[in-house]
Each structure stands twice: as structure tokens, then as C-alpha cells.
């Protein structure tokens, strides 16, 4: 079955970093776009960054750009989000999702990993 697994978060201060980590199965992670999305308390989810399948397009929330890098691996089936300066607005469940480019447009979405920026 179709499985998206994040890691990677935790507790960091201000000014650190942190790699989160993607795992896709039971789909063909190759044809999918990806994208990270986050979710803070009482707030909207929101989209933080997302990549074509071919890592040929790259875009980023105006409020990440300069300090976070998507990035993806087809040949392992893994999608990667570098966070470095973090900041305290930066704490938020993050979540990553597939999104077909191709009929059908099948989605799919992971169960989140927490991040907490704090001193």
C-alpha cells in the first residue's frame, strides 16, 4: 500500500538546523511531484516548498526561501527538506505529500513529523 513516512524532527534551538526525511513506497515516486507542507497550532495548513518529479522546478513560501532547500532522491524514493536558521514561527507539524503530473491525479500525504523551534 501506498505508505509516505517523515522523520527527522525534533527539538532545536534558534539559529539550528534540521534535515527532514520522506520515505515513499507503493507508488511510482518518480512520476509524482512533492511538496512539504506544515501545520501550526490553530493555524491553516500551508504549503512550505514543492519539487517536480524530475527536480526540474523548485518553489518556496516567500517565509522559507533563502533558508530551506527541498530537495529528492528517485533512485531511493525519498524526498528531503534542509531547514537551517531556524526560526520560533518555523514550529509546526510538517507533513509531505505526493501529487500525480499525470492522469490520474492521485495524492498523497504522510502523518507528519514535529518540529519545535525554541530556546
Known amino acids: 500500500q501506498v505508505q509516505l513516512v517523515e522523520s527527522g524532527g525534533g527539538l532545536v534551538q534558534p539559529g539550528g538546523s534540521l534535515r527532514l526525511t520522506c520515505a515513499a513506497s507503493?507508488?511510482?515516486?518518480?512520476?509524482?511531484?512533492m511538496s512539504w507542507y506544515r501545520q501550526a497550532p490553530g493555524k491553516e495548513r500551508e504549503l512550505v516548498a514543492v519539487?517536480?518529479?524530475?527536480?526540474?522546478?523548485?518553489n518556496y513560501a516567500d517565509s522559507v526561501k533563502g533558508r530551506f532547500t527541498i530537495s529528492r532522491d528517485n533512485g531511493k524514493n525519498t524526498l528531503y527538506l534542509q531547514m537551517d536558521s531556524l526560526k520560533p514561527e518555523d514550529t509546526a507539524v510538517y507533513y509531505c505529500?505526493?501529487?500525480?503530473?499525470?492522469?490520474?491525479?492521485?495524492?498523497?500525504w504522510g502523518q507528519g513529523t514535529q518540529v519545535t523551534v525554541s530556546s
Open positions: 507503493g507508488f511510482t515516486f518518480s512520476s509524482y511531484a
Open positions: 505529500r505526493a501529487a500525480a503530473e499525470r492522469w490520474p491525479p492521485m495524492q498523497y
Open positions: 519539487i517536480t518529479s524530475t527536480s526540474g522546478m523548485r
